[in-house]
C-alpha cells in the first residue's frame, strides 16, 4: 500500500481530470457561499458553534443513509479507518467550520477565508516533514509570495487595526482546511468518498453537540429574521442551506475532487472558493476587502499559483508503508 499524497503529477485520464474539475469547481462555489450565509446568522444571534453544528448536523442527516448504502455491508472499512474518520471529523469537519465561523465574526468574509486558503502551503510543509518530499525552489519562492500577500490581507502595513482573534481562529480554520485536502485525497482507505463524507459528519456534529451539552461552546440560537443586503429571510432558510449546500454537497464533491486529482491539484482548483467567497459576501453582505488586502489577496493567489508550479517540477519518490492504513497518522 503507497502513501497517501505522493500525487504531485499524477497521470489522469482526460475524463477523470475533466470530473475532478467539474467536482472541485462546484465544492468550491458551495464552500465559498458558507462564510456569507454563517455571517447573517452570527449577526442575527447565533452562535459560531450553534451555527456550525446545524450546519454539520443537517448534513450528516442527508449523507448517513447514502453512506451506510455505499459501503455495501463493507463495514471492516469502518473498523479498520476509524482513526481515519475520526481525524476528519473532528479536524476537517469541526475544526475547520468552527474555526472559519468565529474567524468570520471577527474578520471580513474574504479576509478569514484568505488566510485559511494558505493552506496548500501548508499541504507542501506537511508532504516534507511527513514524507521527505524536499520542496522546489518555486515551492519556496511561492511560499514566501504568498507570505507577503497574508501581511498585505491582514493590512498589517497600514497601522489599520489587526483583530489577532479573528487572525487565530483564522490560522486555526487553515489547519483544518490542510487536514481535509490530504485526507481527502487519500484513496488507499477503501472507503467510498461519500462514506467518508458522512463518517466525518457524523463524527463532527457529535463532538460539537456533546461540547455544547457540556457548556464548553455558547449554543445560542435565535428565531429573528436574518438580514442581508437588501432583503430579510426566515432563520431557517440559510441554516438548511448551509446544510444541505454548503456541507452535505461541498464536502461530497470535494472528497471526489480529491481522489480524482490528488491533494495539491484539488487544494489549487479549491482557491477559486476565495472568489466565490468575495462574491457572494459582496452580494449578500455589501462586503468588500479594501484595496490593499485585495492586492495582498491576488499575491496569496499568485504564491501558491508558484507553489503548485514548483510542486509539479519535483518528482517524489514514492514508498510503501507497512501496516493497515489506520495505523498511520492521518494528517
Not at 485520464?13 to 469547481?25: K, W
Not at 469537519?93 to 468574509?109: E, H, N, T
Not at 487544494?267 to 488586502?293: D, H, K, N, Y
Amino acid at each position: 500500500m503507497t502513501s497517501l499524497t505522493h500525487d504531485t503529477t499524477p497521470t489522469v485520464a482526460p475524463s477523470r481530470l475533466g470530473a475532478g474539475l467539474g467536482f472541485a469547481l462546484v465544492s468550491a462555489t458551495t464552500f465559498g457561499l458558507s462564510g456569507a450565509l454563517a455571517r447573517g446568522l452570527l449577526d442575527s444571534g447565533w452562535s459560531a458553534p450553534a451555527a456550525v453544528t446545524a450546519r454539520i448536523a443537517i448534513a450528516a442527516l442527508v449523507l448517513v443513509v447514502p453512506g451506510a448504502l455505499a459501503l455495501r455491508g463493507r463495514w471492516h472499512l469502518l473498523s479498520r479507518n476509524g482513526g481515519l474518520v475520526a481525524a476528519y471529523g473532528v479536524a476537517a469537519v469541526a475544526g475547520a467550520q468552527l474555526c472559519y465561523f468565529y474567524a468570520v465574526s471577527y474578520l471580513q468574509v474574504g479576509v478569514a477565508l484568505l488566510i485559511e486558503y494558505t493552506a496548500p502551503v501548508a499541504v507542501v510543509v506537511w508532504l516534507w516533514l511527513r514524507h521527505g518530499h524536499r520542496p522546489h525552489r518555486l515551492t519556496v519562492v511561492g511560499a514566501a509570495i504568498a507570505a507577503v500577500g497574508l501581511v498585505l490581507v491582514l493590512d498589517v502595513v497600514s497601522g489599520a487595526d489587526l483583530n489577532l482573534v479573528g487572525v487565530a481562529w483564522g490560522l486555526g480554520a487553515m489547519v483544518g482546511a490542510a487536514t481535509y485536502f490530504v485526507i481527502s485525497a487519500d484513496e488507499d482507505n477503501g472507503l467510498p468518498g461519500i462514506s467518508l463524507a458522512a463518517g466525518g459528519l457524523v463524527v463532527g456534529g457529535t463532538v460539537l453537540g456533546v461540547a455544547g451539552l457540556l457548556g464548553v461552546l455558547p449554543m445560542r440560537v435565535s428565531s429573528e429574521r436574518v438580514s442581508y443586503q437588501g432583503f430579510d429571510v426566515d432563520w431557517w432558510v440559510p441554516v438548511l442551506a448551509l446544510g444541505l449546500v454548503t456541507a452535505a454537497i461541498a464536502y461530497v464533491t470535494g472528497i471526489e475532487a480529491g481522489r480524482r486529482l490528488g491533494s495539491r491539484l484539488a487544494s489549487f482548483v479549491a482557491l477559486t472558493e476565495v472568489l466565490m467567497a468575495l462574491v457572494f459576501a459582496w452580494l449578500l453582505l455589501g462586503e468588500l476587502p479594501r484595496p490593499i488586502q485585495l492586492a495582498g489577496g491576488l499575491l496569496v493567489l499568485a504564491g501558491v499559483v508558484v507553489v503548485k508550479l514548483g510542486e509539479g517540477s519535483s518528482s517524489p519518490v514514492v514508498e510503501p508503508v507497512p501496516g493497515p492504513v489506520s495505523e498511520r497518522p492521518a494528517a
